[in-house]
């Protein structure tokens, strides 16, 4: 289907799966957002507590780094698999 050309509706594709199936499937991975969001806030957390019991002379370079964009991508992952 490029340019201005009519769709032949002979070449459309049609679904001849399980629907029901299907159905079951997309509802089981949108929940898989929930459990990574949760994953991500607690390395977040985890790491975040690190601070008061890590010593090295690299350690404000580590603890600067943030794993806040880590938090952030959880919630997103959460988000976009919402149904």
């Known amino acids: 289907m490029s340019g201005n050309a009519p769709v032949d509706p002979a070449e459309v ?5 399980d629907l029901p199936l299907l159905d079951t499937k997309i509802k089981a991975i949108s ?3 929930t ?3 949760t994953a991500a806030s607690d390395v977040h957390t985890t ?3 690190l ?3 890590y010593e090295a002379p690299e350690a404000d370079q580590l603890f600067a780094t ?3 964009p880590l938090g952030r991508g959880g919630r997103g992952i959460r ?3 919402q149904i």
């Open 13 to 17: 594709p049609v679904f001849t799966g």
């Open 31 to 33: 929940t898989g957002g």
């Open 35 to 37: 459990s990574a969001a």
């Open 47 to 49: 790491f975040g507590g």
């Open 51 to 53: 601070r008061g019991y």
């Open 66 to 68: 943030k794993s806040l």
């Open 79 to 81: 988000t976009g698999m």
